[in-house]
């Protein structure tokens, strides 16, 4: 049988990630990766979670071994309303508000299911969140990008493109902005308070929603806490996304959106179809684990070990990297990710040939455009590997880049 013939529009244009690609050289013996953007296993609370598996499981099997609905465990989005209280502030939630999914990457694919069409037109970030790329791409919506500066997006971008969509009579094909305030992945950068409100007022005036994904906000490890978009706008220019990926296990696939009911059910309608329900079990062992143990403490440990290998990584670009006139980074204020930037010239995808070589990984920042253009940027992850091996990665680099650097001509 020949498949091209009877594979569909959106199965002609799957494609394997570049990320997935290039992280099959990372087991390689001797390698070290900052590629990997997953989390320290280290900092998963195994014991803890183990007991309380064994407990629902015997104890509440009527339930945790059992179909779920499709709007997930009232127990966890009891716990859940209440953690969203504490963290951020936000009040007034009630369970209609409130959709668990597997992964906040679900909660991604059924916004864009139930807000996209192929006339469409969606804002990102430039960098893009790689998964929200993908999932938004299923619909074949049009993409625009704002770039991300130091403080956040680039509003001003980003109010000069309404208004010429809005002139060309476009902008009801708008919508949503995407955005990943805090700790942006790949970009590390967060989105200042003033951009917050600016970001707000704008989306008020062409009547656009926002959707906040916010893997990362308690990874926070300097600075000060800023207010959510959701927090300061509401459930009417505001969804929210959630997920324990990065703050308990990404292995229980659980997020959530958080937003207005009639939002939050056409999103469950969507979900119904997709999977019917998120497993009960993950959803209860949350649940029991957030009741017993205060969740912010026990960040606490994993908040000093990012800290810790985050500075370390800074410090050592600080000192292999100073003297190459252009390179430069972001140090994020928490989240898993470094942000790094070559002079011109520097293709990073192009220098992964060389890095391969040398058994040193990182993320090409051409993985985060939506067009695959060149980029002399890269992600680096802190997360994974042993202080020292960040030391010796960041050495291991420099010597790329050096060699890349001559072999072009470009120092
Ligand atoms: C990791 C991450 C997610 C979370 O994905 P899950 O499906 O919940 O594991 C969502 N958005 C961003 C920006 C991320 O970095």
């Keep these: 049988m020949e498949l091209e013939s009877k594979l569909s529009e959106v199965g002609m244009n799957l494609r394997s990630s570049l990320i997935r690609e ?6 390689v013996p001797g390698s070290i990766s900052f590629g990997g953007g997953v989390p320290d296993p280290n900092t998963f609370p195994r014991h803890e979670l183990a007991e309380i598996a064994k407990e629902v499981i015997e104890n509440e099997y009527a339930y945790t071994l059992q179909y779920n609905t499709t709007e997930g465990d009232d127990e966890l989005a ?10 951020y502030g936000i009040t007034g939630l009630d ?42 791409r299923m619909t074949f919506t049009k993409f625009e990008t704002v770039p991300l500066l130091d403080d956040g997006m680039d509003v001003d971008y980003l109010e000069k493109k309404l208004k010429e969509l809005d002139l060309a ?17 790949p970009a590390g950068v967060t989105m200042s308070l003033e951009k917050r409100k600016r970001l707000i007022e ?23 806490h800023l207010p959510s978009l959701y927090k300061l706008a509401g459930p009417d220019r505001v969804i929210l996304l959630n997920t324990f990926s990065k703050i308990l296990t990404p292995g229980l696939r659980i997020g959530v959106i ?121 992600r680096l992850s802190f997360c994974l590997p042993p202080e020292e091996k960040i030391i010796e990665g960041v050495k291991r680099l420099k010597e790329v880049v050096v060699e890349y650097g001559k072999k072009k001509g470009l120092m």
């Design 258 to 378: 958080i937003g207005r009911a009639d939002i939050v059910r056409k999103a469950t309608l969507a979900k119904q179809a997709a999977d019917l329900c998120s497993p009960s079990l993950n959803q209860r062992i949350a649940a029991r684990f957030l009741e017993r143990y205060d969740l912010l403490e026990y960040l606490k440990l994993g908040i000093e070990l990012y800290k810790k290998k985050k500075d370390t990584m800074i410090k050592a670009l600080e000192e292999n990297f100073s003297d190459i006139k252009g390179a430069k980074w972001v140090n994020p204020q928490g989240g898993l990710f470094v942000w790094f930037t070559l002079p011109e010239g520097y293709d990073t995808m192009e220098m992964f040939e060389i890095a391969k070589e040398k058994k040193i990984y990182y993320i090409p920042g051409e993985a985060f455009t939506i067009d695959d253009s060149k980029s002399s940027s890269m």
């Design 95 to 136: 369970r209609p508000n409130l959709l668990f999914t597997t992964g906040s990457q679900q909660a991604l694919d059924l916004l864009a299911r139930v807000l996209l069409d192929r006339d469409s037109i969606c804002f990102v970030e430039f960098p893009v969140y790689l998964g929200a790329a993908s999932a938004f």
């Design 22 to 27: 290039l992280l099959k050289y990372a087991s």
């Design 78 to 87: 009891k716990q859940m309303i209440k953690l969203l209280e504490r963290i």
């Design 202 to 224: 704008i989306a008020e005036r062409y009547g656009i929603p926002i959707l906040e994904d916010d893997p990362y906000g308690l990874l926070r490890f300097e600075g000060e």
């Design 169 to 185: 009579g476009k902008i009801r094909h708008v919508k949503f902005i995407y955005t990943v305030p805090n700790f942006h992945n």
